[in-house]
């Protein structure tokens, strides 16, 4: 099956990366928060912009060292998953050890009841009612449970779009086989400049049985933002219900749950909240909860509440009772202020390239509230899959693959903790890599 890790040869895999963090690099992150929470107090009461406070590197020094990372590897895929800050880490560790001396008195009576404190939490940080959101293990699970778990009439057509993520298509595409429904794909155009034009390209394909739609909120090959709540008004006046795959604009464009005025959202909270992996996220209005299906079955009684979605048998309560710690980071930087830093990041690496060649192509729009903090680039002459892995082998650097039928390249994704001094040197790179070719060190 597709994943988010390996479609359509769109991810570059590299090799084993080597040794596992060592203890004492968690230990030495989590000691750094203090420092960092105190810097961000410092940065609240000077009343600075978002922009200025994204070029305070002391700021971001500070909290770049709650991310226990390898800094030996240049990771550029932070789109993909993101590493996850000492503080929630160790939560994490805390809650599994504390599991662990009574499972089914600790995980079941004492932990699994906590999980209605972060669902508060993620509802007041991200404007919903917690009765309004499920936590699941990621934005696939998320999204299977709705593009399958909706009841279509005999001869209902489904419409979405080439940019859509794998998965979600073969999902359709299994659905379909199975019910005898229709696919319309419509191809959107990269970068698109004009909401009127994208919204005109779902107009066009609709049908009188179109009745399930699906959309990314921002298209994971290139960071492109779609007009999700315009596509939901178009959905609403014609009877369809929309599916918002939100997996790489959750926690990292600005925005709240309740202004978007989606009847759908779904994501996965190890992107760009930076939570502990295997964390996801439904949001569904409460009108529309019971109709839809769980992918497991629920009790009767659970209809119309949100945690029939939870319904998964025994899991491990750690990793979604330390996303705690994520949104106490994530309030703390402030979306404002983390989405210009995000910004800052791409313009330091995507600026400087595309002046050093004629041969950069660029995949993504820069025009403010057209795409995210990722970047689509080609370079003319160079295939990016051998790229990719020259970068990764000669250099360690880790970038994503992008092959599509319409464009190819690398995406690039760095975070909160990516330094300028890294970037630079990504730069320098495929300087060389323009100038000299993909040479290789003898070995």
Not at 314 to 342: C, F, V
Request: hydrophobic letters at 45%.
């Amino acid at each position: 099956m597709l994943t988010r890790r390996s479609a359509l040869g769109l991810l570059f895999a590299p090799a084993v990366l080597g040794a596992p963090a060592s203890p004492g690099l968690l230990r030495r992150a989590h000691a750094a928060a203090p420092a960092a929470f105190a810097a961000l107090r410092r940065a609240d009461a000077r009343g600075r912009s978002p922009e200025e406070d994204a070029q305070d590197e002391d700021l971001w020094a500070e909290i770049g060292r709650l991310f226990p990372v390898d800094r030996a590897v240049l990771n550029l895929n932070n789109g993909g998953v993101s590493p996850t800050p000492a503080t929630a880490l160790e939560a994490q560790r805390r809650y599994q050890e504390e599991a662990n001396t009574a499972p089914a008195y600790t995980l079941w009576r004492h932990q699994e009841p906590r999980r209605e404190a972060v669902r508060a939490q993620l509802a007041q940080a991200f404007g919903a009612d917690p009765e309004e959101l499920a936590i699941v293990r990621n934005a696939s699970e998320g999204l299977e449970a709705l593009q399958l778990g909706r009841d279509l009439p005999a001869g209902a057509r489904i419409l979405c779009s080439d940019q859509d993520y794998p998965r979600m298509l073969t999902t359709f595409e299994q659905r379909a086989a199975r019910e005898g429904l229709t696919i319309d794909r419509i191809q959107l155009p990269t970068a698109a400049e004009d909401d009127e034009e994208i919204l005109a390209r779902y107009r066009e394909a609709w049908h009188e049985q179109t009745r399930l739609v699906l959309v990314s909120h921002a298209i994971f090959l290139t960071g492109q933002v779609l007009p999700v709540s315009a596509l939901q008004a178009l959905c609403a006046e014609r009877g369809a219900t929309l599916l918002v795959d939100g997996a790489h604009a959750f926690a990292h464009l600005d925005f709240r749950l309740d202004e978007l005025g989606v009847e759908s959202y779904v994501t996965s909270l190890h992107k760009w909240l930076c939570a502990p992996h295997g964390n996801g996220l439904i949001y569904l209005r409460k009108p529309a909860i019971g109709d839809f299906w769980p992918l497991m079955a629920a009790a009767a009684e659970q209809k119309n509440d949100i945690r029939k979605f939870e319904e998964t048998g025994t899991r491990p309560a750690a990793p979604a009772l330390a996303i705690a710690e994520s949104i106490s980071l994530h309030q703390a930087i402030g979306a404002a202020r983390k989405l210009a830093r995000l910004y800052r990041l791409r313009d330091l690496w995507l600026r400087p390239l595309l002046t050093l060649s004629d041969r950069v192509r660029l995949h993504t729009s820069l025009t403010p509230g057209r795409s995210t903090a990722m970047a689509l680039v080609s370079f003319d002459g160079l295939d990016p899959a051998a790229l990719a892995g020259w970068l990764w082998d000669e250099h360690r650097i880790l970038v994503t693959t992008i092959l599509h039928p319409q464009f190819s390249g690398l995406r690039i994704s760095p975070s909160l903790y990516t330094t300028p001094a890294e970037l630079a040197r990504f730069v320098a790179t495929l300087e060389h890599a323009l100038t000299h070719g993909l040479t290789r060190r003898a070995r």
